[in-house]
């Protein structure tokens, strides 16, 4: 099966009172379970290599993939990639 899912801050998926850049987070934690992967890509990072498609870095990454900070982030389901989405949670909130 191929699914494709956007979140987006403006979705309805609302985290009470959280500042807003924590819903990713909880998007993350919500629906990594129903899909293969989920790529976060906030809204002022631009792709800029042309050479390498998402699918790419699919194949390529085993659980996490990051661009060195948080703009870019590949989370593939299983348990490893929950475990460090449930810590980002637990930790930064």
Same mark, same amino acid.
């Given at each position: 099966? /191929? $699914?494709? @899912?956007? =979140?987006? *801050?403006?979705?309805?998926? $609302?985290? +009470?009172? @959280?500042?807003?850049?924590? $819903?990713?987070?909880?998007?993350? #934690? &919500?629906? =990594?379970?129903?899909?293969?992967?989920?790529?976060?890509? *906030?809204?002022?990072?631009?792709?800029?290599? %042309?050479?390498?498609?998402?699918? *790419?870095?699919? /194949?390529?990454? %085993? /659980?996490?993939?990051?661009? +060195? +900070?948080? #703009?870019?982030? @590949? %989370? $593939? &389901?299983?348990?490893?990639? #929950?475990?460090?989405?449930?810590?980002?949670?637990?930790?930064?909130?």
């Amino acid at each position: 099966h /191929n $699914k494709t @899912m956007w =979140l987006s *801050d403006h979705g309805k998926h $609302k985290v +009470g009172s @959280m500042p807003p850049h924590w $819903k990713k987070v909880a998007a993350l #934690q &919500r629906w =990594l379970p129903h899909y293969d992967a989920i790529v976060q890509m *906030d809204m002022d990072a631009v792709w800029v290599d %042309f050479d390498t498609s998402v699918y *790419d870095l699919y /194949n390529e990454t %085993f /659980n996490v993939y990051t661009d +060195g +900070g948080v #703009q870019l982030i @590949m %989370f $593939k &389901r299983g348990e490893v990639s #929950q475990c460090v989405v449930d810590s980002w949670w637990y930790y930064g909130t």
